[in-house]
């Protein structure tokens, strides 16, 4: 199955026998879960504990012109990442060559988690994790990377330009969040080099934890952030505003949503087959978007999986997929059916290599792609 309905309350009254039977969601409040006494007390709480709910841990990719992409810095030190997954984080931080990014862009990419990795944080993160929504549960099996990568010519370079990324390792699906966290870090961190990754790690390990259903102030850099988890009890199609109040004098930036991508933006190229990608999505159709940059694949990419909200896409998808990807193989064979999988791509060797898949969105020029879109039906 693709998707995965919304989950009802871990406790339901017992009812007489000859009573109908009402289903969990409809008994559901709409703006919190049933009151129950005291508030559950917040787990005891270690250092680099908070910063450990929001993110894994953050990398600076640098390119090296004997070793190509290589992590340059991982913070905090202690945070701990396999050979394989170093790897896959590298080749995702980048734009593929043909991209042609200059200045500053943004994206997202997926990659799995390195086999018998365990959090040592899992039931910390339970704690917080059963309230969220289906589809805003945290990633098992997976990470996200949220990237801020600057690209811009320097003579005094080798190789004429300046390439680096600033990647937020996360196990949690706020996209809106984390690249409006980056809009904030990244351009500092290029001035200020590493003391401003210190600070930064400092200031969110001193962040109340991710908790639905609260309204979090979150100080980072000199600048507040205000912004609300939304929660499993939430009615669905609405969202709770966060509101200015008179004591906020030093928020700076009010988030009206941690995850929802601009649906109008990203569909517009292809809005008039918006039902049928629908459909698609719905049921775990192998799906491919071929698009000029990074940015526009990893916004489709998320922008169909969050259509069919508030159920969750349970199949695999990747915003960004390159051709050095771990499950390349796996994922382009032609000796079998293409597996349930959106995918989404810049490099035109997909348009061949991908060519039997029986979906494919082509978005923009990307240079062997004739028309701005086509979408092939089996």
């Known amino acids: 199955m693709a998707f995965q309905g919304s989950e009802g309350l871990e406790e339901q009254l017992e009812e007489p026998e000859d009573t109908l039977r009402v289903s969990p969601a409809e008994e559901m409040p709409i703006d919190g ?38 992590v340059e810095v991982i913070y905090p030190h202690h945070s701990k990442l396999t050979e394989k997954e170093k790897t896959s984080i590298c080749y995702l ?21 390195a086999a018998g990795r365990k959090s040592s944080l899992g039931c910390f993160l339970e704690h917080f994790d059963r309230d969220a929504p289906v589809s805003l549960k945290k990633d098992q099996g997976y990470y996200y990377g ?22 937020l390792i996360s196990k949690l699906p706020y996209v809106t969040f984390f690249h409006s966290l980056l809009k904030l870090i990244a351009p500092e961190y290029f001035e200020e080099q590493e003391p401003c990754l210190e600070a930064a790690c400092n200031d969110i390990d001193r962040w109340p934890t991710p908790c639905p ?21 939430d009615k669905p199609g609405t969202s709770q505003l966060v509101q200015s109040t008179p004591s906020d004098s030093q928020v700076s930036i009010i988030l009206p949503t941690v995850h929802e991508v601009d649906l109008f933006r990203c569909f517009h190229p292809v809005f008039f087959h918006i039902q049928m990608l629908w459909e698609l999505v719905l049921l775990g159709e192998a ?8 940015a526009e694949s990893s916004d489709t990419v998320l922008a169909l999986v969050s259509c069919i909200s508030p159920l969750r896409y349970c199949s695999d998808f990747r915003p960004y997929f390159t051709i050095h990807d771990s499950e390349f ?12 999988v959106i995918l989404g791509v810049t490099n035109p060797f997909f348009a ?19 028309a701005s879109f086509r979408l092939h039906y089996a």
């Open 329 to 340: 193989k796996e994922y382009t064979t032609r000796t079998q059916a293409p597996p349930s």
């Open 213 to 233: 259903g609260k309204i979090l102030s979150l100080p980072i850099m000199g600048v507040v952030m205000k912004l609300r988890i939304p929660t499993c009890y």
């Open 287 to 294: 799906l491919v978007v071929m698009a000029p940059s990074p």
């Open 93 to 113: 931080s980048f734009p593929d060559s043909n991209s042609g990014c200059l200045g500053d862009t943004q994206f997202c990419f997926r990659f799995r988690q």
């Open 33 to 70: 879960p049933p009151a129950v006494g005291d508030p559950e007390p917040e787990p005891l709480l270690l250092p680099w504990d908070r910063f450990s709910s929001w993110l894994h841990c953050i990398c600076v990719v640098g390119f090296d012109l004997e070793l190509g992409q290589a």
């Open 146 to 167: 949220y990237v801020y990568f600057r690209q811009v010519r320097d003579k005094s370079l080798k190789r004429g330009y300046f390439q680096k990324s600033l990647v």
């Open 352 to 370: 061949k290599t991908l060519q039997h898949w029986p979906h494919i969105i082509r978005i923009g020029d990307m240079k062997t792609a004739g």
